[in-house]
């Protein structure tokens, strides 16, 4: 059974920086590209960054690029978010997700975490 599991949300002001972690079990981690995606209140669910498996390549969202940095340590099976200079517009629940080949296209994964919720304030 896949289990993904985010940690590392909370409350941070504007300007600050949070790491969000995602374990994951019940996959061969390292042959899985690994993304994170974030929904805020009353909005559609949109990508953040994703990692390609099979050639390390990483992936940003406009709105997040130059601040936000996606990682993985297969060892751990664990993926990271590392997010500086965080906006008020970056809160949300953020959500890491695995598959073996989507990258920007939420529909397309098929294993999801339980979500963390990031809330910025000014």
């Known amino acids: 059974q896949v289990q993904l599991v985010e940690s590392g949300g909370g409350l941070v002001q504007a300007g600050g920086s949070l790491r969000l972690s995602c374990a994951a079990s019940?996959?061969?981690?390292?042959?899985?590209?690994m993304g994170w995606f974030r929904q805020a209140p009353g909005k559609e669910r949109e990508f953040v960054a994703a990692?390609?498996?099979?050639?390390?390549?990483?992936y940003y969202a406009d709105s997040v690029k130059g601040r936000f940095t996606i990682s993985r340590d297969n060892a751990k099976n664990t993926v990271y978010l590392q997010m500086n200079s965080l906006k008020p517009e970056d809160t949300a629940v953020y959500y890491c997700a695995a598959d073996r080949s989507a990258i920007a296209t939420w529909v397309r994964y098929d294993y999801w975490g339980q979500g963390t919720q990031v809330t910025v304030s000014t």
């Open positions: 990692d390609r498996w099979s050639t390390s390549a990483t």
């Open positions: 019940g996959l061969t981690f390292n042959s899985y590209n």
